[in-house]
């Protein structure tokens, strides 16, 4: 009889012991230095009272199921209750990874049982292609260089031609140590002018969820067209457009130049029938506000009192008379025979030669 309960009483501690589980969850994470990195740790079927994390064997953070998350020395790390866990599963947060977390990390069930899981921290550095924009005859080959620097682990690196992944064959990669582990890697890809198109160098880690990326651009140059090729009939019509559009614009231009030429010719010959015009002095006038001289006016009259003050060579005269022209004067009052005269006296011994004085 005695056997009988020994042997019941151990099998209810296995039972006991199958019923109790502990998860931890993910079982490996990879993240990028300075984000941040979680687990979730959760108890099942157990009575336990204080649950420890251990970062490669260090504790770093203590929460006990009646008082929650206990104060801890490492300002980075805490803990979140997981919703509708009734306090038996718990998230454990790193913030701001570093290098040196990388390691273990361990969920400790004190007196019941442990799950360990593995943090893993990379570095993302950057890359380049050197040079710029390329200009290339078409068949001619090219060369590029790309380097991607500081990172860790080594990069994947890859090219692309006009958005086509290029084969690892037609590239080499060499790569070395600088620093305290990290990497950098050159490549140099070697192509053939085909046609104009970007050529982009993509470095990546796995934490890197899209790669980094460096682009530059080919322009290749046709320098004989051939014959049969997709692009003759659209250069035969852009060429016969740009044909048309100039003889167009020598079309406007040579119309401007005639109406230019012609109004200015118009305009001279109005400035030449307002100087011969004489009835049109009052309006020209009014006009101009100006004053206008009327003895310049091409008259017979004028030309008649213009000869009676030249005087022969020899003679004595004693007076001179000519014409005070006004100011202004209107088209009925235009009569020489109306003016004043203005006596003028010159002495025996004055000048043969007469100067016409126009008062004005």
Not at 255 to 272: D, I, N, P, S, T
Request: proline residues 4%; glycine residues 6%.
């Amino acid at each position: 009889m005695g056997i009988y309960y020994l042997c019941l009483f151990l099998l209810s501690c296995r039972v006991g012991a199958v019923g109790a589980q502990l998860t931890l969850s993910p079982q490996t994470l990879t993240v990028l230095h300075g984000e941040e990195a979680s687990f979730t740790c959760s108890a099942f079927n157990t009575q336990w009272t204080v649950m420890v994390w251990l970062l490669d064997s260090k504790a770093v953070l203590t929460i006990s199921k009646e008082n929650g998350v206990l104060p801890s020395i490492y300002p980075n790390v805490t803990a979140e209750e997981s919703p509708a866990s009734r306090g038996d599963s718990w998230v454990f947060v790193l913030k701001k990874t570093e290098r040196r977390n990388q390691g273990r990390v361990t969920c400790d069930l004190q007196g019941i049982d442990r799950k360990t899981a593995v943090l893993f921290i990379q570095e993302k550095g950057n890359v380049k292609v050197f040079g710029e924009d390329k200009l290339a005859f078409k068949g001619q080959p090219v060369l590029f260089e790309c380097q991607a620097a500081g990172w860790f682990p080594q990069p994947t690196l890859e090219w692309q031609v006009n958005g086509k992944k290029v084969r690892q064959d037609e590239y080499n990669i060499s790569s070395e140590q600088s620093g305290p582990n990290l990497f950098n890697v050159i490549s140099i890809l070697r192509v053939k002018a085909e046609k104009s198109s970007p050529v982009d160098c993509l470095a990546s880690v796995p934490a890197l969820a899209t790669p980094l990326e460096s682009s530059v651009r080919l322009t290749v140059v046709a320098e004989v067209l051939e014959e049969g090729d997709d692009c003759t009939l659209p250069l035969v019509v852009t060429a016969s457009l740009s044909v048309l559009l100039l003889l167009l614009l020598l079309s406007i231009s040579a119309v401007f130049w005639y109406r230019q030429r012609r109004q200015a010719k118009l305009k001279a010959q109005e400035v030449m029938r307002f100087d011969q015009s004489g009835v049109g002095g009052g309006s020209v006038a009014e006009a101009t506000r100006g004053r206008v001289n009327l003895a310049y006016i091409s008259d017979v009259r004028a030309d008649a009192v213009y000869n009676e003050l030249i005087t022969e060579t020899g003679r004595k005269m004693d007076f001179v008379s000519f014409l005070k022209v006004p100011d202004v004067v209107t088209s009925s009052s235009l009569s020489l025979h109306s003016e004043s005269q203005v006596q003028v006296c010159l002495s025996e011994d004055s000048y043969h030669n007469i100067r016409r004085i126009t008062t004005v």
